[in-house]
């Protein structure tokens, strides 16, 4: 039971890493070239 939760939390933690990441990649650095971002 231990070990299905730790697998959860870890599951969660990469899924919000990983969001955060794309959003990151994807939110803040198009606003630096919105021109290749957005053709």
Do not use: E
Request: a positive charge; proline letters at 3%; glycine letters at 8%.
């Amino acid at each position: 039971m231990v070990c299905g939760m730790a697998a959860i939390v870890l599951a969660a933690i990469a899924l919000t890493a990983s969001m955060s990441y794309y959003l990151y990649w994807s939110g803040c650095l198009p606003r630096a070239g919105q021109r290749r971002a957005r053709a």
